[in-house]
């Protein structure tokens, strides 16, 4: 069983910026949530797709967008990068939207916004 | 909103002592109440979970009970390891997303 991978692992962006990351889901999983992990803190979340459609937004700009593939791997665009978007974001995957599915978290991406 | 507030760190503790790392939650509803892990470099793992009041949670000598007359789950564990040092957060789902605490940084010297 492939769990959820994530990729880069690191990034450095310039203010201005825009930026991809990437995520692949376990495998058999549906559901990809992402999440911001500022340091020191715990994750926020960002929003999650299911089945191809985003299915719940969290607290963030409409400058983060997202986006969920037939094979239900995922991306999450940043665009016009600031200085407070340098965090940790987390991938999970889970099977179901629903609030007893575990949810299975990538390493993460580290992207410094300079 | 639903919220989780949890005991401020660092917590430095010696081999084999017991810890303690307090929770508390807010939630209009009946949410499921989790404990992740975060170990240096790495993402979150769950470490235990309790979906529904006097459910307890275990793993790895980890335990948790979902108290929801004082709306906590506290974690403890009788013995820490060297290997239990890390970052743990208190998580709660009311719905599809998780809202964790800021965590707690755990250190346990040998």
């Known amino acids: 069983e492939t769990g959820v991978t994530q990729s880069p692992t690191h990034l450095i962006k310039t203010r201005g910026q825009q930026v991809t990351l990437r995520c692949s889901s376990q495998?058999?999983?549906?559901?990809v949530s992402w999440y911001q992990q500022a340091l020191g803190q715990g994750p926020q979340f960002i929003f999650q797709?299911?089945?191809?459609?985003?299915?719940g937004r969290g607290n963030f700009p409409p400058r983060f967008s997202g986006l969920q593939f037939p094979n239900y791997s995922s991306e999450l665009n940043v665009n016009a990068l600031e200085l407070d978007d340098s965090a940790l974001y987390l991938c999970?995957?889970?099977?179901?939207?629903?609030?007893?599915?575990?949810?299975?978290f990538g390493n993460g991406t580290r992207l410094t916004v300079t | 909103g639903d919220s989780v507030t949890q005991m401020e760190g660092p917590v430095t503790l010696s081999e084999e002592a017991f810890l303690t790392i307090n929770c508390t939650y807010t939630?209009?509803?009946?949410?499921?109440l989790f404990w992740y892990v975060q170990y240096p470099g790495e993402g979150l793992q769950l470490l235990l979970k309790?979906?529904?009041?006097?459910d307890k949670g275990s793993n790895k000598g980890f335990e948790a009970t979902y108290r929801k007359e004082t709306t906590s789950f506290h974690l403890e564990k009788g013995s820490v390891q060297v290997s239990d040092s890390a970052v743990y957060f208190c998580?709660?789902?009311?719905?599809?997303?998780?809202?964790f605490g800021a965590g707690t940084t755990v250190t346990v010297r040998a």
């Open positions: 999970a995957s889970s099977l179901g939207a629903v609030k007893n599915s575990p949810l299975h």
């Open positions: 495998s058999g999983h549906n559901t």
């Open positions: 797709y299911y089945r191809e459609e985003e299915n």
């Open positions: 939630a209009t509803g009946y949410p499921s």
């Open positions: 309790a979906t529904k009041a006097d």
């Open positions: 998580a709660l789902i009311p719905d599809y997303k998780l809202s």
